[in-house]
């Protein structure tokens, strides 16, 4: 008997647009907790915990329950939890001392880092061209940091924190594209969402922070905006694009929050931001340049393998 081999399925035609727009929403985020009035750990706290029963209440009404997943896939949602709730905690704490360019621009780091996971689950070290993206986005970065310093020095600690976050927002990804593996979109959000809610709880008490608001305004529209919607099309793109389309996308979101800084703040970029900010923009352009998708099968019937190959294991 013959069996089937699956073909890499071609992502949805909106993926991308889904993409974009999350990073547009997520770009207000910033803005939305300078707005609040309770600490910044305690902003993300009821970020996560406002949308949880909007992400829930779905998947309760249309019957879904949490049963039948493997313990893999559980350990990967708690890990993504964890390390989303702390990505929010260092972020939301970096966003209060840098501009909310920086604070986005270094908060996504996931730019660079999440392709070169992609590089390493595929087996591919990047190529020449690649490897010259991967140095301009470095050099870039260097000089964002280096500018934020020698005008205000109080904006490194913040652009550290944001980096940091970048970095856990890395890993979050890499949970959820695991979980993405075997979930559809929603019940992954929701799981991972319950999962940050408690630490980040933890978090905001262990600082004395304010925890309870006054004005609710701002963290019903960060729950909306960021967790509901924003992470809601994120994680919908996670499952249906690469890493590096991805980690493209990603810079939608320093363009965005600039704008808000500039029209809000009035924080302008200086001379070596711009540069930088172009030296990260021409690295991912270079980086998606060199992505090729997989070509689609000439035909719709799948494909059959003798008998004698079925039988072997193939890698995914």
């Known amino acids: 008997m013959a069996e089937t081999v699956d073909t890499p399925r071609a992502p949805h035609r909106l ?25 910044p750990v305690a902003a993300a706290f ?7 029963p909007l992400l829930i209440a779905p998947l309760l009404a249309g019957g879904w329950r949490p049963v039948g997943l493997g313990k893999g896939v559980w350990v990967m949602i708690a890990i993504a939890g964890l390390s989303f709730a702390a990505d929010l905690a260092s972020w939301h704490l970096g966003i209060l001392r840098t501009t909310l360019a920086n604070a986005t621009l270094f908060g996504n780091v996931a730019t660079l880092i999440f392709p070169l996971y992609g590089f390493l689950v595929l087996r591919a070290w ?21 500018q934020s310093y020698s005008l205000n020095p109080r904006h490194l600690v913040g652009d550290l924190l944001c980096l940091f976050a970048g970095v856990l927002y890395t890993l979050y990804f890499i949970c959820m594209a695991r979980v993405r593996d075997t979930m559809s979109p929603l019940p992954a959000l929701a799981l991972s969402t319950i999962a940050g809610m408690l630490p980040l709880l933890i978090f905001a008490w262990v600082l004395g922070e304010r925890i309870l608001p006054g004005n609710w305004t701002p963290l019903i529209g960060l729950a909306l905006a960021s967790q509901v919607f924003g992470q809601g099309l994120m994680i919908y793109a996670l499952g249906q694009l690469s890493p590096l389309i991805v980690g ?11 704008a808000v800084g500039w ?46 190959l079925a039988s072997e294991e193939t890698p995914r």
């Open 15 to 39: 993926a991308f647009a889904a993409l974009i727009v999350a990073n547009v929403l997520l770009a207000f985020g910033p803005w939305l907790v300078r707005l609040s009035d309770t600490g």
């Open 46 to 52: 009821w970020r996560v915990t406002l949308a949880a």
């Open 126 to 146: 990047p190529t020449r061209v690649q490897g010259v993206a991967l140095i301009l986005a470095a050099i870039g970065a260097a000089l964002l940091m280096g």
């Open 248 to 258: 493209l996308g990603l810079l939608t979101q320093p363009a965005v929050a600039a």
């Open 263 to 308: 029209l809000v703040y009035d924080e302008r970029l200086g001379t070596a931001d711009w540069i930088g900010a172009v030296l990260v923009a021409i690295a991912l352009v270079l980086v998606r340049r060199t992505h090729r998708p997989p070509l689609a099968p000439a035909a719709t019937e799948p494909r059959l393998v003798p008998e004698e």
